[in-house]
């Protein structure tokens, strides 16, 4: 066949496809349903948000507490977070979190199976990475940030809040040892 004869066939081989394909509609944005389950009512036990600090400790978050920000080596922005409580926890439990910056924008972990383990008179999660995607280093470094875990109990959900500000965790390099750490 001859190349304009060609050219004009796939042309109308591709129009022909998109006016027989349904619309391609956009994934929805995380909203709250996406959390845990949101009919379960509120846990009586306290929990609070731990992070990994830039020392690659594990600490419990206080108001205006800093939360390291880390650079992974391929390049990629995330916090390590997770929830600390004295309720006993099954070895794994659904989790959810969402880390609202003090521009507005927010990142989500959507819910997911994370493995627990028991701690001195506590139960945790695992430490979980929440990724910033969109976002410089130098954008994120000294932004207030509110982060909010929930993780769904047999009867009740059991939520953390606290209110930080992000710094420079630092660089992770690619043997680190927390990947692999959520459950399948």
């Known amino acids: 066949m001859p190349p304009n004869l060609v050219g004009a066939r796939h042309l109308a081989t591709m129009a022909?496809?998109?006016a027989c394909s349904s619309p391609v509609s956009p994934a929805d944005p995380m909203d709250a349903t996406q959390k845990v389950d949101s009919t379960l009512p509120l846990c009586s036990e306290t929990a609070q948000v731990f992070a990994i600090d830039?020392?690659?400790k594990r600490v419990v978050l206080s108001a205006g507490g800093?939360?390291?920000v880390t650079q992974g080596f391929q390049g990629f922005l995330f916090v390590?977070?997770?929830l600390h409580t004295a309720a006993a926890l099954a070895k794994a439990v659904p989790m959810s979190v969402v880390i609202q910056l003090d521009n507005g924008d927010e990142e989500y972990l959507p819910q997911r199976i994370v493995k627990t383990q028991a701690s001195a008179n506590a139960f945790e999660t695992v430490e979980t990475p929440v990724f910033f995607?969109?976002?410089t280093i130098t954008e994120l470094v000294s932004r207030k940030a509110a982060?909010?875990?929930e993780v769904e109990?047999?009867?009740c959900v059991l939520r953390a809040h606290v209110d930080t500000v992000l710094t420079y965790g630092g660089y992770m390099d690619a043997d680190a040892s927390f990947w692999g750490t959520v459950a399948d």
């Open 153 to 155: 109990m047999p009867t």
């Open 133 to 135: 995607n969109d976002a």
């Open 147 to 149: 982060v909010d875990i």
């Open 66 to 68: 800093d939360l390291a």
């Open 54 to 56: 830039k020392g690659e």
């Open 16 to 18: 022909l496809v998109a």
């Open 80 to 82: 390590r977070v997770g």
